[in-house]
């Protein structure tokens, strides 16, 4: 009965059900807030589009890419390395 439950378990570990679906919510979640910051800035009256408006909102969108560029390194890095065949 245990090594059935192991089994299961490394079948669901190969699969990285959890990681993928944390890395879909977080490009989710960037998407629609660059999405959002884009239709705001879109909506503001030309004459308060100043420099620092375009700052912030450049800023924030290189960091929600920045941060999902290191999400999905580490999701690349992390997960069993199937060369090692001992079982291990």
């Known amino acids: 009965m245990r090594d059935k439950w192991l089994l299961f378990a490394e079948r669901l570990d190969a699969l990285r059900i959890v990681p993928r679906l944390a890395l879909l919510g977080y490009s989710t979640f960037s998407m629609s807030c660059i999405a959002w910051l884009l239709f705001w ?26 941060g999902s560029t290191w ?13 090692n ?4």
Request: charged content about 15%; cysteine-free; overall charge negative.
């Open 71 to 83: 999400y999905a390194s580490s999701y690349n890095a992390g997960g069993r390395d199937w060369s």
């Open 85 to 88: 065949n001992d079982g291990n």
């Open 41 to 66: 800035y879109m909506d503001l009256p030309t004459l308060e589009r100043t420099a620092a408006v375009s700052t912030l909102i450049t800023g924030t969108i290189t960091a929600l890419l920045g």
